[in-house]
C-alpha cells in the first residue's frame, strides 16, 4: 500500500494539469541579470517559467545534441553567432510578424527565425588623465600606431571579443584583420580574462586605452561618478563600434510555442526593453523606450554602428582559430 501511494504520488507530480501554462528557457543570459524580469514576466502573464542557465556556447551544444528530444521551448542567447549556428540547423521556427517588425532589420535574423533582445556596443575605453579626447583614434585601425605601443588592453580570450573579431572579419576581410591582431600584440598589447579587469586596469595605470563592452564602465560609473575611466565611440560606421546582441528564438520541437511568442514579446515590450536599458545598462532595440541618459538614442545608435549581417556571426571555430594563429590563444 505504502508503495502504490508512492507510485501515485510521483505520476501525480510529474503530470502537467491540463490547464497549467508553463515555458522552457535554455538561458544563456545569466540569471542574475535576467531573473528578475523573468519572475515579472511570471507573474503578469501566469505562465510557470522553468529556466536552464548557462554559457551560450554550450547551450548550444546541448541543443543541437538533444536535437528532437530537447525540452527547450526558447533559446535566449547572449550573442548572435549561437543563434545563427542553430537557424543554419533549421532548428527554429519563424516567429510571428508581429514579433519581427518590432526590430529593425541589423537587429534579427534574415529569415525571421529569432529576434534580438537588447545590444552590447563596443567601445574605446581611455584614461581622460592621461589621453586628451581630441587626440584619441578616430578607428579601431588607428591602434596599430606606435604611440599606442604598451598602452592598449584587450580580451581575447572573452566571448564578446571573438564575436568581435567575426565582425571585423564580416566587414573587412580575414587577411586586413589577422594584420591587425598581429601588429597591436606586437606593440604590446596586454590581455586580459575579461571587460572589468581592462577598466580598473585603466584606472589603475596600467593601460591608457581599452576595447570593450559598453555597459562596464556604466556599472562603474554608478558607484563611483568619479571612478577616473571615460569611453567613447569611434567614426560613424567603424568596425569598432560593432553592436553585438543578446536575442531569441523559439525551438522547432517546442511544446509551448503560444507561451514562448509571449514572452519573446514581453522581451520586446517597452517595460521589457526599459529593463534592459535602466537595470543592466544595455541597449534596447525598439524605439521608443524610456530613455537612460547614459545611453545613445536608438536612431543615433544605428547611425554609428556598422553594417554586419549578423546571420554571419556563426563562424567561432573560424575565429579561435585566427586568434591562436597570432599567437593569442
Known sequence: ??????????????????????????????????EPLIQEFEQQSG??????????????????????????????AQDGGALGVLSNRNMFTTLPQSLID?????????????????????????????????RLPESIYDLTDPKWSNRIGW????????????????LDGREKVKEWLGT?????????????????A????????????????IRFKQSDENFPVEQTFLRAGDPGNFVNVAGAGILTTASNKDEAEHFIGFL??????EFFANEVYEYPVIDPVTPNPALLPLPELLE??????????????????????????
Open 1 to 34: 500500500m505504502f508503495k502504490i501511494g508512492i507510485t501515485l504520488l510521483i505520476v501525480t507530480a510529474l503530470v502537467k494539469p491540463l490547464d497549467a501554462q508553463e515555458l522552457i528557457i535554455y538561458s544563456g543570459r545569466s540569471k542574475s541579470l535576467v
Open 47 to 76: 505562465i510557470r517559467v522553468r529556466v536552464r542557465y548557462g554559457d551560450t556556447s554550450q547551450l548550444a551544444v546541448a541543443l543541437l545534441e538533444e536535437g528532437r528530444r530537447s525540452p527547450a521551448d526558447v533559446f535566449w
Open 102 to 134: 518590432k526590430t529593425p532589420e541589423l537587429f534579427r535574423s534574415g529569415d525571421g527565425t529569432w529576434v534580438a533582445t537588447s545590444g552590447r556596443a563596443r567601445v574605446l575605453a581611455y584614461a581622460p588623465a592621461r589621453v586628451d579626447a581630441d
Open 155 to 170: 580580451a581575447p580570450q572573452n566571448a564578446s571579443f571573438q564575436t568581435f573579431v567575426s565582425a571585423m572579419v564580416e
Open 184 to 200: 597591436i600584440r606586437a606593440n604590446g598589447a596586454k590581455s586580459y580574462r575579461s571587460n572589468v579587469p581592462i577598466i580598473q
Open 202 to 217: 585603466i584606472a589603475a595605470n596600467e593601460i591608457d586605452l581599452g576595447i570593450t563592452n559598453h555597459y562596464y564602465l
Open 268 to 273: 520586446l515590450s517597452p517595460r521589457g526593453q
Open 304 to 329: 554609428i554602428m556598422p553594417q554586419v549581417n549578423i546571420d554571419q556571426l556563426d563562424t567561432l571555430d573560424e575565429t579561435l582559430r585566427l586568434l591562436r594563429e597570432v599567437g593569442l590563444l
